[in-house]
């Protein structure tokens, strides 16, 4: 066998390698990926565009919010049941205890806690003075002259929160219905004294006003345990 023929066997021999080498590489696209990473590809890009979906299906829609609805008297049930049960605990009047709940929000569990840690600071918070020998009623005091109208006659009906601040039956009842009526107020109805913080129970405004002004009273009462509760 002459050289050159073995040259042209060598030069066969490698040209064969080549083409096992480029069979041997992995086989690429255009974008220099192979098949199986573009397959990889795919299933992320069609499991990332399923995301947004499986998310939305665990938020509700406002209107597909579940609520329960409750009538008035089985809300006025469930605020007498919880009046009752805190004046039973804090050894309290039931307007007081009342007073109290709207104070903390009806959060009684709070309201307890706090209460035993500290009566008085907690009382004077809600302006509400613990004292069943100091309760508004209507009296005729001598010689009495109302700061308010200055009226002096005989036979005038006043009243006095628990504070001791007394002014006359027109004028408290004036007031009230300036609050009520007017102002639109009913939780914290505050003692006609400058500065006193004393609030007006339920009970007495009930004493003072008409039932046309007490039912709006109550109302607004009803409005803000709702408000209250939706907190």
Known sequence: M???DVNDDYQDDMLDDDDDIVD???DYDSDGMDDEDEDEEDDFDAADGFAPVIADKDVKKPYEVEFLVHSTDEIIEFQNKEIAHVAGILGCLPEHAATMLRQFKWNKERLIERYMEDPEGESEKAGVV???KK???FTVV???ECPICCSDEDGLETLALSCGHRFCRDCYEAYLNEKIAQQGESRR???MEAG???VVDEKTVEMVVSPKVYEKYRNLLLRTFVDD???
């Open 142 to 144: 001598d010689k009495f």
């Open 189 to 191: 109805i505050q003692c």
């Open 2 to 4: 002459s050289a050159m």
């Open 24 to 26: 041997d590489e992995p």
């Open 229 to 231: 509760s939706a907190t």
């Open 130 to 132: 613990v004292d069943t």
């Open 196 to 198: 006193c913080r004393l």
């Open 135 to 137: 309760q508004p009623r």
